[in-house]
């Protein structure tokens, strides 16, 4: 039987691999001060405090129980809300900030997701609903890319395919949309942001069939597959 000190570092490199993340995404995403914790949690060098797991698992989605090896069960129906909960709660401590933007009276405004999310993918807002259309592995992609994607990268992206894929203009209209000033600064999103972002729009986006929405199962970045990959990968790693 394998110690959780042989499994959790591999599970830790495939939630890496999987979602093409670096070392430093990875530190940022878990709120460790340095790349080279993560590095030498992969590398069974040091072993993440009760806290670290537990960041790794709410940003994830996974259950503690999976990272550990005590569970071959990837995603489960807590893990996954766990997730969706947390992200709810960052939501609402940066509402104070939206509020300060727009000007709206503090506490009364609708938060940048929340916004975007009821604007375009209600079924995904709805919890009686995503549960029916969209997978846990879906809903897993889904957590973890609205930590990644900046809002205002997804904004410029619909601009401009609105804009027929020109520039001109673009940086303008998102700046509008978020009461920004002139000379604040707005880079454009880069490669790896547009990516992230139309992958996010793809994970939301329902297919219909004679009118009628069809399930979205099919997960943009497979774990599973990143960890089998990776036993094939290193000698004697087969559970």
């Known amino acids: 039987m394998k110690k959780y000190t042989d499994i959790f570092p591999m599970r830790l490199k495939a939630l890496r691999n999987a979602y093409g993340i670096s070392l430093s995404e990875t530190a940022y995403l878990l709120r460790v001060n340095a790349k080279s914790t993560v590095f030498e949690w992969e590398n069974q060098k040091k072993v993440p405090s009760v806290e670290n797991l537990h960041m790794i698992s709410t940003v994830f989605g996974t259950p503690t ?12 129906e807590e893990s996954i809300k766990w997730t969706e909960n947390f992200i709810s709660w960052i939501e609402n401590s940066m509402q104070n900030r939206f509020d300060e933007l727009t000007g709206t009276e503090p506490g009364g405004g609708v938060s940048f997701w929340l916004d975007y999310l ?19 592995p879906v809903r897993a992609n889904i957590a973890v890319l609205m930590r990644q994607v900046r809002l205002p990268s997804l904004y410029w992206r619909m601009y401009y395919a609105q804009n027929g894929f020109k520039k001109r203009g673009v940086i303008a209209k998102v700046k509008e949309f978020f009461h920004m000033s002139a000379e604040e600064e707005l880079k454009a999103p880069n490669r790896k942001e547009l990516e992230r972002g139309d992958n996010l729009v793809n994970l ?3 297919n219909t069939i004679n009118g009628k929405c069809v399930a979205n199962k099919m997960p943009i970045y497979d774990v ?4 089998r990959q990776l036993q094939q990968e290193i000698p004697g790693t087969d559970e």
């Open 118 to 136: 009821q604007r375009y993918y209600p079924e995904y807002v709805s919890e009686e609903q995503r549960v029916q259309y969209y997978s846990l």
């Open 204 to 206: 939301l986006t329902l």
């Open 224 to 227: 599973e597959a990143a960890y």
């Open 65 to 76: 129980d999976w990272l550990l090896g005590h569970s071959e069960i990837l995603y489960s």
